[in-house]
T-cell receptor, first 109, second 113 residues
Framework: GQSLEQPSEVTAVEGAIVQINCTYQ??????LSWYQQHDGGAPTFLSY????GLEETGRFSSFLSRSDSYGYLLLQELQMKDSASYFC??????????FGQGTELSVKP | DTAVSQTPKYLVTQMGNDKSIKCEQN?????MYWYKQDSKKFLKIMFS???????INETVPNRFSPKSPDKAHLNLHINSLELGDSAVYFC????????????FGEGSWLTVV
């Protein structure tokens, strides 16, 4: 079967660092993506890892370990506007982008 | 200019009705999708079209029928609406049949009463 596991919710304070983990099990693997969705909004693309290692984009970084079927999204210098749901997603061999259940991040003052 | 636009944004309708949601993308992408997001925020793919050809058809009741008149448009028609169809329906597009960077529309909030 195909599944992605990520924590349902995470809480952190402004200025802190938070890591959102994602483990996956899919038929075929063609990269791990992360999407952000604010309440009432559309999911928007954040990052993509096709190979092992860390990809950095400003305050956000994403990591992938294919041997462990594991990745994470790291958010640094948290801001209130980072409060949102974060989804990991993997593309399977059928070409479908499969999303995790989402992690709701609450950033407190 | 909105990259992926869908209408209507909000739709409240009675059980048994038939409704359509329209979607257009101006990104020049060749692949379009319909995703359903339920109340628990689970995003599930329903359909995918590549250059007007259906390439992904998940286990969706046949009351749902997508139509792609050209590669910039993908509409979703739903017959005999049921309470369980209440959800947010997102249209999306990407370049390439299995793109990882998918651009989503703002969503259509469907409530069936």
């Amino acid at each position: 079967g195909q599944s992605l596991e990520q924590p349902s919710e995470v809480t952190a304070v402004e200025g802190a660092i938070v890591q959102i983990n994602c483990t996956y099990q899919t038929s075929g693997f063609y990269g791990l993506s992360w999407y952000q969705q604010h309440d009432g909004g559309a999911p928007t693309f954040l990052s993509y890892n096709a190979l092992d290692g860390l990809e950095e984009t400003g305050r956000f970084s994403s990591f992938l370990s294919r041997s462990d079927s594991y990745g994470y999204l790291l958010l640094q210098e948290l801001q209130m506007k980072d409060s949102a749901s974060y989804f990991c997603a993997v593309r399977d061999q059928g070409g479908k982008l499969i999303f995790g259940q989402g992690t709701e991040l609450s950033v407190k003052p | 200019d909105t990259a992926v636009s869908q209408t209507p944004k909000y739709l409240v309708t009675q059980m048994g009705n038939d409704k359509s949601i329209k979607c257009e993308q101006n990104l020049g992408h060749d692949t379009m999708y319909w995703y359903k997001q339920d109340s628990k925020k689970f995003l599930k793919i329903m359909f995918s079209y590549n250059n007007k050809e259906l390439i992904i058809n998940e286990t969706v009741p046949n009351r749902f029928s997508p139509k792609s008149p050209d590669k910039a448009h993908l509409n979703l028609h739903i017959n005999s609406l049921e309470l369980g169809d209440s959800a947010v329906y997102f249209c999306a597009s990407s370049q390439g049949g299995a793109g990882n960077t998918i651009y989503f529309g703002e969503g259509s909030w469907l409530t069936v009463v």
